[in-house]
């Protein structure tokens, strides 16, 4: 429709927008006018598509600059609702309401238009997605485009509000497309082929999505489950276990339900609450078809923690407290199994030792640093934190949920991916039903972490044996 | 759940609402605060359902009343956002953010919660249309019901936008349940029987509606369609005409579509536009359908025409104006017919002929009323406003629509209750596709009626003839 | 294709006949020949189904009598099998093969063809429906008419195995086209409007069809089941019962599946048992479904038993034997509510009472008649025989399948229709899951009626007090 | 349920069948049997099941030799039949049914029980596939159990007969079920990953399966087609070709369908038509999609064709005919390619370079042998026969269906697979679909194989080169 050639063009941006960005009916008009013809919104997407990176950033940058609120009417608003404090509350609400009318940015009636053509809504998803790479990049963090980001927050967070949303469960007998799909967005424990994803949605297995009206096919959060006897502690035994690919389940050995695995497809849905709804979703889901079953946990990985460690070794050799993490003890088995001398060198050689993954394959060093790790781990989980929540992105998200930090798994994830990012453990984040809701406010609030006794265990002996 | 007996009482009122409707978090905590628990939304519904019509006016008003904005802080931040005027932008869109956070009404909230358990969706869509039952009967219009009315519409827009709709073709083949539900919805031409019904979803008939995710099998819109040679001028001839019931379409004789139905099904949704957008996708799947067809017309009644025509007659009478409505001519015919005196004799017969619809048995009637009641019936569609809008909203309706008044048709719906409501006259709106959109603004923004060159000529010639 | 006033004339039904009924391959060339084009099972079926009811008839006896075996050929086969007495296996089996090809009428393979053909199954269907009708109507019954007929139906019987059978469950969300032939087909307790149909399909009943690839959108037979706590001696609690229109199922009042209606569809599938293999798929659903539930049983209608009835008093008067039927306390009760003489007056005041169903609004001769009317229906269904099968053809339905008659129920339908059929008696026929197998042999091959002691003791009451 | 132990003992081969195969009612009861229970056909079908190989090869003996035909029975009747000749027709009539009746094998009613019990026709189609293989291993070749396959096959072809198949056309949104399926049964053009099958069912091609109501999920034949412009005449640009994966189909560049790969699922079906019928069925649906649709063809693997060629060639030089085969030039090129010396060097030199695929490296040879290769495999095709049909099993599937033998393609099929089965030849055999059935029917009848001018050229000149 547009010669290629022409449309990215620099003056061609300002038409654009002032010809789709329409002005904001008069207040009186706002329930009048009649919304401008699809073929603006059309035009704006299109155009849009047709840029490179670069030059949506600058196209962007003009939107949310040029087309915003307008700052004068809000004032004068303001002023007169000063003016009306003593009045009749009529005329307050009257004033009130105007003034939160001048609040909306001219763009955000654009972006409503957009929404309500076909691919519209997976269009204002991908340029969310754009916005956040650009802010998370630093490449632009204008007060306009963060203003521009939360308007198109909001609006995204109305339109894939829980009650929109359908759950779907995945078979073997699902599209097609939608387990490849699947297979794609599983990040935590890649699908290597047919014979994998099969499994994953097979016997003892259970796979759902949220999908929405708005984009058919797409699941947006996908949340993978396995039916236990006990709460799992490894993750091999769920992922790589085929025995029972074509049995049938028996309802007996069904006690607990282990989410291992939860992955978001859509970036530009970043902020809006998926996950934490598909979990209770699936949780009433899995009551009704299993009424007897009593445990929820999760089985999670714990990103990060292999290089948080590696940070905090060399940080103790910098600071010349080589010994200070493990005690006498472990050092000794250190040292004795990597030929070294204490102190500096020791810490070298396990530094050395947990960056190449070598150590996995010796059954006394699996043996021997395990405390160590275990309740290095567990600090890493409990102690660590940013602006006062969980510093590890998983541990927030659950205990955000309600869940409590509930059991540290040595040996775990003995997969090369496992290994290398955080020692082979593992952790359960465990969902007691009655007491999510006063552990997420209680952590949301307060960022206070319900943790089993077993966490607090070793975080306790963390904190006798370390000064980290 | 709750005993029947005590619920409903008073104090019992205020306790559910504070303990339901949370307070808003701190503009600073506004991410952070988990959602208040399910619970919480289930126990505000039953117990709004246990209430008797009067108790739920009376909560309404305390709820709108004592759980709206925070006035003292609006003009906090009003004062505030002056106080900025001239400093750095960054500063000015803080504050601007917060004032517009401060004019959140407190139980916005609780609407975005509730509409996220199962079934809120349609129990704010319930609730709704028992606000817009209080304000219409006028028992309650207080300001702020009416914010929170207009509070709840905003967030329904955003639910029930058209990228969140689904268009269902309904057929013989869809379920029973739906068909039923669209039997009884169905106002403008009542469905009588199991063959009704399938007549209008059988061939040269098409049936569509609009549902949503929130409410599964629930049609929401329903649009019939008449595919037929030319544009229709007569409803007996779509709805009771079962020669074609089990024929197959001819596509040679499919020329034009024309609309002979449309309803809402929720009260609740008033103001919502989903009719409009209906007709705009029907189209769209017509043309893809049927690359040929070049008419789309509603084929339309025109409620309150008769009673409008008693009003005028009445008035006339009593202003001593009794001969102006009709030409010496046609006064004659009905004092012949009717064997009455000229004046308010003749115009009292007409009266009572009109109100008791007999006069559709007499040829000669039906031969000299015509061209009065055409044009009257024209004066009445295209001249007869309200706050400058056409009176009749089925005209309002499609004139919105950016349709064309295109035809008056005589006889055109001779049942007792098209007689009845409208003398049987029907009309056509047209929808020219290239002119919708200017149309639509020229009559929102200026509020010019677009009208056919027979219309038009009507219109005069009542001008000419009647000094209403 | 034909036109309509020639394509029934006599010799053209010659030449339909030879051009569209080939000649049978030889053996040798049995697997060799391609089918023969499509148009040619086309152009019969086209050709029957403009012919009216005669040429119908006239048309397959041509059919039958000119295109059956060739009786010349299978003879020369037979004699060949007696010379090969005593010769080796291989040879015997070869000209037993030859033999039994020889013995397939030439019309069969153009059945087969027709079947392959787009409706060519339902046609099959519908044209030995036909066949029915001439042989019951004695029109015709020609031995090569019963050899067509017979043939047709084994084809049928194979087409219509139960392996290529679907169950369906039917909802009020099935298709509306399924719902109101269902509707239609019900004949054993009529359908009257959608809230009846609605029922029938909603909470504590269930209602399941066969239908067959052949045939989409038809369901072949139709069980409808009251879910109840106890087996149920009463039919309008089950068809006019709305009470629990809107109810979730308590799964705890569910102990008893009573089938209240069971109806074939097709008159030309005749013969091939469906019903009963239905009644036995339903028994596994809801086994599956309730794992709880142990009564199952039918409760059925008598149709027959008041002609039965009235024929029986009839031919007492006739014989002078008037007083036999009832006891003289009973027929005293029936003198004084009619106010009629003994013997032959109040006989007939008996058979009139019966005809016209106005005793049923007499709380007094409901009482005195319910031990005469029940013993002599029990009679009816136990010893009244044909062929040595139970007369009535319900309860001849429901012995094969291998269920025991096991309870009369006085005053089950009390609609005029019970009335009039069976005098508002009902009869349950229970399956005891164990037994049905054995049953059903026992009254198959030894005419052995399996019934309770209810039953058995009216029967012997019967005995005593009648000399039928 | 069984002792695995001890099921397949000897004995108790003997007794299964003796309780199993129940004996034929009599004629005159022949309607009045009730089934046996269905414990019998599971019975028999878990033995089975649970049997070696070689003891199921015993079981089927013993069942066939000893369950089958009674033929003291039979031959009375023969007896019987010669006796009624010259009686009335309903004398005959009658005992013909009965012959007919007495020649029914035994085991016939258990196969038509079995089918009617969940799974049954799924385990029949697969005991079927066991006396394939052992009737092909020759390992068992008595006549009873031809009678048993053709019992079964003669079952088989009615239960799956074409009115009872359902069409369904494969894409990337059926289950992934049937599209794995679908991946493992392709055996012509392998599928090799997601990719690969995503193409097979994307733009601008089609894939479509029957499936049968007694084997859901269960293609049992699949025909592949590619879309395009001009009749393909190299394979690799349809199954290797990615281009197009998410382009919309242009119909301006649709004229013509490919039938690139046919695979039926089911080795107990072989005999059973199915793959006709589903190209039949498919040419209709295309035609209904693509209106102006008028090429039709395959474009078809030649497997046999290169060992065919090596068998020649080892004929000719063992007969001392070296250089029959080739021209004297052709003989030269290859000399002087192979630098050996003519006569049986370079005939032993061409059997090694066609053997290893090495030849397809060179330009020069793959010019030079195009001639002669190219007629010898039409001669291949056209000429070499079995039993009077075409030798090469593909051919005489398409010239069964009627399809002409219209072009040789040269480098046709590169991969190492095509080049080693048929020196990367391929052939179109063309659908006219007006010839097809006297096409079909010249073929199966007078062994009459219609080819084109290309291939009946290639044919002659084979003729005239060569004395093979």
Chains 1, 2, 3, 4 share one sequence.
Not at 438 to 448: E, G, I, L, P, R
Request: net charge neutral.
């Amino acid at each position: 429709m547009y010669p290629c050639t022409s449309i990215a063009e620099h003056n061609s941006m300002e038409e654009i927008l002032k010809k789709t960005v329409v002005t904001l009916p008069t207040y009186e008009m706002r329930d009048k006018s009649p919304p401008p013809p699809e073929s603006n919104s059309l035009e704006f997407m299109l155009f849009y598509k047709s840029l490179e990176k670069e030059q949506r950033l600058e196209f962007l940058e003009k939107l949310s600059h040029d087309f915003g609120v307008d700052h004068r009417w809000a004032s004068d608003l303001a002023a007169k609702l000063l003016d009306t404090q003593g009045r009749d509350v009529a005329t307050i609400l009257q004033v009130e309401d105007r003034l939160r009318y001048s609040l909306t940015p001219r763009y955000r009636q654009l972006l409503t238009h957009i929404s309500k053509v076909q691919g519209g809504v997976k269009f204002l998803v991908d340029l969310r997605a754009d916005l956040i790479e650009f802010a998370s990049s630093k490449i632009s963090d204008s007060p306009h485009m963060r203003d521009l980001n939360s308007t198109l927050k909001s609006l995204l967070s109305e339109w894939f509000s829980v009650g929109l949303l359908r759950l779907e469960r995945i078979t073997w007998q699902s599209p097609c497309e939608i387990l490849q799909k699947i297979s794609q967005y599983e990040a935590v424990h890649p699908v290597r082929n047919w014979t994998d994803i099969k499994r994953r949605v097979g016997p003892y297995r259970r796979c759902y999505a949220f999908t929405h009206a708005s984009m058919p096919g797409e699941p947006l959060v996908v949340l993978h489950v396995a039916l236990t006897e006990d709460i799992a502690n490894n993750i091999q035994g769920i992922v790589r276990e085929f025995a029972t690919l074509d049995a049938d389940e028996d309802v007996n050995k069904i006690n607990a339900a282990i989410f291992y695995s939860i992955s978001s497809t859509q970036a530009g849905l970043q902020g809006v609450e998926l996950g934490n709804y598909l979990i209770k979703r699936v949780v009433r889901e899995l009551q009704s078809e299993f009424p007897h079953m009593a445990q929820f946990s999760s089985l999670s990985p714990i990103p990060g923690f292999s290089s948080w460690l590696q940070g905090a070794l060399g940080q103790h050799k910098k600071e010349g407290r080589a010994t200070e993490l493990l005690s006498e003890q472990e050092w000794r088995e250190v040292e004795d199994v990597t030929g070294t001398a204490p102190g500096a060198p020791a810490l070298e050689a396990l530094r050395r030792l947990i960056g190449t993954s070598e150590w996995i394959h010796s059954d006394r060093l699996i043996h021997s640093l395990e405390p160590a790790l275990m309740r290095l781990c567990a600090w890493y989980l409990y102690g660590e934190k940013r602006r006062g929540y969980a510093l590890n992105p998983v541990a927030n998200f659950h205990l955000q949920n309600g869940a409590t930090m509930w059991r540290l798994n040595w040996q775990a994830d003995t997969s090369p991916r496992g290994i290398a990012n955080s020692c082979g453990i593992m952790v359960n984040y465990r969902y007691f039903l009655q007491e999510t809701s006063t552990n997420s406010a209680a952590y949301m609030q307060n960022k206070f972490i319900k943790a089993s006794e077993q966490v607090l265990g070793l975080v306790s002996q963390f904190q006798k044996s370390s000064k980290l």
